[in-house]
């Protein structure tokens, strides 16, 4: 079994900045595409970002020029770099990666925007 473990939400000012981390623990033999999905209140979970196994990234246009995707398979960790945030970032942030073949979640981390 895989376990994902999200951390550094918070409370940030508009403009500020936060970094996101996700780590994996478990046996693990392969590595697929990662990724983050955030869910706001009233609204359905929505994709943010993912990188492929080779480093390819997709952005979704609310976030490009922002965010930044980027991983370390030696860690089997997914990061997200948040920059310029805005109060319609803040949301519940999920990371998702395909382990095993398989696709995990963790259980998710608040992000709030707020002056």
């Known amino acids: 079994q895989v376990q994902l473990v999200e951390s550094g939400g918070g409370l940030v000012q508009p403009g500020g900045s936060l970094r996101l981390s996700c780590a994996a623990s478990?046996?693990?033999?392969?590595?697929?595409?990662m990724g983050w999905y955030r869910q706001a209140p009233g609204k359905e979970r929505e994709l943010v970002a993912d990188?492929?196994?080779?480093?390819?990234?997709n952005y979704a246009d609310s976030v490009k020029g922002r965010f930044t995707i980027s991983r370390d398979n030696a860690k089997n960790t997914v990061y997200l770099q948040m920059n310029s945030l805005k109060p319609e970032d803040t949301a519940v942030y999920y990371c998702t990666a395909v382990f095993n073949y398989r696709p995990y979640w963790g259980q998710g981390t608040q992000v709030t925007v707020s002056s």
């Open positions: 478990g046996s693990i033999f392969s590595i697929g595409a």
């Open positions: 990188i492929t196994s080779y480093g390819s990234t």
